[in-house]
């Protein structure tokens, strides 16, 4: 059974940082792209970055550039966002999700096809 | 950015209507297209990639279709399960993309 499960997510102040992990389970980890996406209290759902499978490319939302850094660690299995400079607007709900990376036809689609349970992360002073 | 555009923001239905959501990105994307179901306080569950493929597990009563810039979501007959707030995302180009929602309400 596939599993995520993210952790790290509390309350910080403005301009501080946190470091959410991702813990991977059931499937073959280094195989498959990873993302997080959050979600604001309330709001809707935002893509906020992915990983290759060995790490070697990753793609950023603009409000998150420079700022986040995504990374993973294939041999424990697990995912990571650092998150510095935080803002109020950083307050979410974060999901880190697998990216079922489907091809047919010569095109490639990156589906996110199973979700952890989420970690909040609040910043106010 | 690509921009996707959901409508109706709202909708409310009976059990036993068919329904359907229309997505528009502000670009073309092919079909690099999915959608996706959200219940309160739960994560996201992935419907539909590719415009069109019913992801493992997925009633049929769900479909997607479309390319380019304009894709639909129907739910051929609502069932109590199916209130929830539906979400599309283009995997495009980077940055991959939502659009803000439908939420899908009992009549």
């Known amino acids: 059974e596939v599993q995520l499960v993210e952790s790290g997510g509390g309350l910080v102040q403005p301009g501080g940082s946190l470091r959410l992990s991702c813990a991977a389970s059931?499937?073959?980890?280094?195989?498959?792209?990873m993302s997080w996406v959050r979600q604001a209290p309330g709001k809707g759902l935002e893509w906020v970055a992915n990983?290759?499978?060995?790490?070697?490319?990753?793609y950023y939302v603009d409000s998150v550039k420079g700022r986040f850094t995504i990374s993973r660690d294939n041999a424990k299995n697990s995912l990571y966002l650092q998150m510095n400079s935080l803002r109020a607007e950083d307050t979410a709900v974060y999901y880190c999700?697998?990216?079922?990376?489907?091809?047919?036809?010569?095109?490639?689609?990156?589906?996110?096809?199973?979700w952890g349970q989420g970690t909040l992360v609040t910043v106010s002073s | 950015a690509i921009q996707m555009t959901q409508s109706p923001s709202s909708l409310s239905a009976s059990v036993g209507d068919r329904v359907t959501i229309t997505c528009r990105a502000s670009?073309?994307?092919?079909?690099?297209l999915g959608w996706y179901q959200q219940k309160p306080g739960k994560a996201p569950k992935l419907l539909i990639y590719?415009?069109?493929i019913l992801q493992s597990g997925v009633p049929s009563r769900f479909s997607g279709s479309g390319s380019g810039t304009d894709f639909t979501l129907t739910i051929s007959s609502l069932q109590p399960e199916d209130f929830a707030t539906y979400y599309c995302?283009?995997?495009?180009?980077?940055?991959?993309?939502f659009g803000q929602g439908t939420k899908l309400e009992i009549k």
């Open positions: 999700a697998r990216d079922l990376g489907y091809c047919s036809g010569g095109a490639c689609y990156t589906p996110l096809d199973y």
């Open positions: 059931g499937f073959t980890f280094s195989s498959y792209w």
């Open positions: 990983i290759k499978k060995d790490g070697s490319e990753k």
């Open positions: 670009q073309g994307i092919r079909n690099d």
């Open positions: 590719a415009a069109s």
């Open positions: 995302l283009q995997d495009y180009n980077y940055p991959h993309t």
